[in-house]
C-alpha cells in the first residue's frame, strides 16, 4: 500500500508575512487529513523560518531544488546537507521550470537526485514532455528517458528512497490538465517501465501526478490506480484549496 504524497510547489511566491499567513492556515486544518503526507516545498530563503513554523505539525518541508554538488566553490548553490540543517526531508529536482526554463540536463538532474539521497533527503524527481513532444507522440519515450537517466547511472534501487512526479509540461500553470485518463496512462507506463528491472521496487513506488491540479479536480486524478499524490503549485499558496486537495489523496 502507498501512502499518497501532496507536495505544494510555492515556487519564487510570498513574502514572509504571507508565508506565515499560509502556514497557519495549513496547522490549523491538516489535522483533517487522514491518510496523505502533506509536504511544503517553500523558497530557500524561507525555510528556516517555515521549518520552524511547522514544528510539531504533520507538515513536512521540502527544497524547490538541490546543488548536484556537496559543497565548495559554486556561488549561489545551495547543498543537500544545508538543506538537512533546516529540518528538510524533501527536495524537488528536475523541474521543468529547471530542465527547460535553466536548461538542466537530464545527467544533472540525475546528479542532483544523487546529492539529495547522499544527504539524506527525498528527491522528488521530475518528469514529463513538452506539448510537443505529446503531440509527436513520443510521451512515453520522454518519460523513460529521464527515467533511465537515473536508472542507469544510479541503479534501479536508488529509486526506493524517493517520489516521482509526472508533471506534463503543457499542464503546468496552464490551467490545462491532463485527463484521469491521460495521467493515468503514463502513470502505469512509468512504473511498467521501472518494473522491467525491478517488480519490487516499482510497486512501491510512489508517482504524482502535477499540472494545473486543483480542490475541483483533485479528487478525479487521485482516484486513479497509479497516481499516488499530486505536486501543486498555484493551488498550494492558498491554504484551503491546498488542503481539499490534501484530503482528496486520502
Ligand atoms: C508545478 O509547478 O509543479 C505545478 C504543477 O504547477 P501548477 O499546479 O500551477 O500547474
Known amino acids: 500500500m502507498r501512502q499518497p504524497i501532496v507536495a505544494g510547489n510555492w515556487k519564487m511566491n510570498g513574502t514572509l508575512e504571507s508565508v506565515r499567513e499560509l502556514v497557519a492556515g495549513l496547522k490549523a486544518g491538516v489535522g483533517e487529513v487522514n491518510a496523505a503526507e502533506?509536504?511544503?516545498?517553500?523558497?530557500?530563503?524561507?525555510?528556516?523560518?517555515?521549518?520552524?513554523l511547522v514544528e510539531g505539525s504533520a507538515i513536512k518541508l521540502g527544497s524547490q531544488d538541490v546543488s548536484n554538488a556537496a559543497s565548495g566553490a559554486y556561488t549561489g548553490e545551495i547543498s543537500g546537507a544545508m538543506l538537512n540543517d533546516f529540518g528538510?526531508?524533501?527536495?524537488?529536482?528536475?523541474?521543468?521550470?529547471?530542465?527547460?526554463?535553466?536548461?538542466?540536463?537530464?545527467?544533472?538532474?540525475?546528479?542532483?537526485?544523487?546529492?539529495?539521497?547522499?544527504?539524506?533527503?527525498?528527491?522528488?524527481?521530475?518528469?514529463?514532455?513538452?506539448?510537443?513532444?505529446?503531440?509527436?507522440?513520443?510521451?512515453?519515450?520522454?518519460?523513460?528517458?529521464?527515467?533511465?537517466?537515473?536508472?542507469?547511472?544510479?541503479?534501479?534501487?536508488?529509486?526506493?528512497?524517493?517520489?516521482?512526479?509526472?508533471?506534463?509540461?503543457?499542464?503546468?500553470?496552464?490551467?490545462?490538465?491532463?485527463?484521469?485518463?491521460?495521467?493515468?496512462?503514463?502513470?502505469?507506463?512509468?512504473?511498467?517501465?521501472?518494473?522491467?528491472?525491478?517488480?519490487?521496487?516499482?510497486?512501491?513506488?510512489?508517482?504524482?501526478?502535477?499540472?494545473?491540479?486543483?480542490?475541483?479536480?483533485?479528487?478525479?486524478l487521485l482516484a486513479q490506480e497509479d497516481i499516488d499524490g499530486g505536486l501543486i503549485g498555484g493551488a498550494s499558496l492558498k491554504a484551503d484549496d491546498f488542503l481539499t486537495i490534501c484530503r482528496a489523496g486520502g
Not at 509536504?39 to 528556516?48: E, G, H, K, N
Open 38 to 52: 502533506v509536504v511544503v516545498c517553500a523558497p530557500s530563503i524561507y525555510l528556516s523560518e517555515v521549518s520552524s
Open 88 to 220: 528538510t526531508q524533501y527536495a524537488i529536482v528536475g523541474h521543468s521550470e529547471r530542465r527547460h526554463g535553466r536548461g538542466e540536463s537530464d545527467e544533472l538532474v540525475a546528479e542532483k537526485f544523487k546529492a539529495a539521497q547522499d544527504a539524506g533527503l527525498i528527491p522528488i524527481l521530475c518528469i514529463g514532455e513538452l506539448l510537443e513532444e505529446r503531440e509527436e507522440g513520443v510521451t512515453e519515450q520522454v518519460c523513460a528517458r529521464q527515467m533511465d537517466a537515473v536508472i542507469n547511472a544510479y541503479g534501479v534501487e536508488s529509486l526506493k528512497n524517493s517520489v516521482v512526479a509526472y508533471e506534463p509540461v503543457w499542464a503546468i500553470g496552464t490551467g490545462k490538465t491532463a485527463s484521469p485518463e491521460q495521467a493515468q496512462e503514463v502513470h502505469a507506463f512509468v512504473r511498467a517501465h521501472v518494473a522491467k528491472q525491478d517488480a519490487g521496487v516499482a510497486a512501491g513506488l510512489r508517482i504524482q501526478y502535477g499540472g494545473s491540479m486543483n480542490a475541483g479536480n483533485a479528487a478525479e
